[in-house]
C-alpha cells in the first residue's frame, strides 16, 4: 500500500515535467502613445492636416497580419521570418492607417471644416505598404525597413511616389526592430506632411 502511494506521489510531482515548460505568452507591441507629440499645424495653407482624406493602407497578403518579420540578409535575403514570441498589437498596415489618421487628418484647433465629397480642397492619400520589417545585415547588427507607395488625388490631378525609410535598430532583438520601425514611421509621417503640403501648394 505505502509503494503504490510512493508511486502516486512521485508521478504527481513529477507531471510538470511531463508537460514540458509553460511558454510566456507573446509580447505584442504598437507604435506608442502619440501624446503630445502630436503636431500642430503651422497653417491653413502650409499643413497637411487640413482637407486630406487617410484612406486604409493596403499590404501584401503575406504582412497583413499582426506578424513581426525579420530577414537574416547575410543568410537568406529572401526568407521572410516571423518572430515567434513577438508580434503587433494589429497589422503594421492597420497601424499606420491609424498613425496618419492621428497626425496629417487631425483637424485644425478651433476651426470645423465642411467639404463635399467633390470639393477641389480635399485631397485623398492611398498607400501601399511594400516593405515594413527588421533586416539583420550581421548577426549583431539590424535596422528597420520601410517602404510605402502613395498616391494623393483630388480635383483630376493626383501625384505618387515611393517612400523608403530606414532606421539602424539599438538592439539586435525584437524590441530593437520596433523601435527602429517606430522610427521609420515617424519619419513617414513627416515626409507625407511635407509631399502633402508640396502638393497643395502647386494646386
Known amino acids: 500500500m505505502n509503494y503504490v502511494a510512493l508511486v502516486i506521489a512521485l508521478l504527481t510531482s513529477a507531471g510538470c515535467s511531463f508537460l514540458g515548460p509553460r511558454e510566456d505568452p507573446k509580447a505584442s507591441f504598437d507604435f506608442g502613445s502619440l501624446g503630445a507629440e ?91 505598404l511594400v516593405e515594413f520589417e527588421q533586416i539583420f545585415d550581421q548577426p549583431d547588427h539590424s535596422r528597420g525597413v520601410l517602404r510605402l507607395r502613395a498616391t494623393l488625388s483630388g480635383d483630376g490631378a493626383w501625384a505618387q511616389r515611393t517612400f523608403a525609410i530606414e532606421k539602424p535598430a539599438p538592439k539586435a532583438d525584437a524590441a530593437g526592430g520596433v523601435t527602429a520601425l517606430i522610427q521609420c514611421a515617424e519619419e513617414l509621417t513627416a515626409q507625407l506632411d511635407a509631399w502633402i503640403s508640396a502638393n497643395r501648394r502647386q494646386r
Not at 501584401?60 to 537568406?76: F, G, I, K, T, V
Open 38 to 128: 502630436v503636431p500642430q499645424p503651422r497653417s491653413s495653407d502650409s499643413s497637411a492636416a487640413s482637407g486630406v482624406v487617410i484612406a486604409d493602407i493596403t499590404a501584401p497578403a503575406w504582412l497583413d497580419s499582426p506578424s513581426m518579420y525579420y530577414r537574416l540578409a547575410y543568410r537568406n535575403a529572401a526568407q521572410p521570418i516571423p518572430y515567434a514570441r513577438s508580434q503587433w498589437v494589429m497589422s503594421p498596415a492597420a497601424l499606420l492607417t491609424q498613425r496618419l489618421r492621428s497626425t496629417l487628418a487631425a483637424p485644425i484647433a478651433g476651426d470645423v471644416h465642411r467639404a463635399a465629397a467633390g470639393t477641389p480642397e480635399l485631397l485623398t492619400l492611398r498607400s501601399e
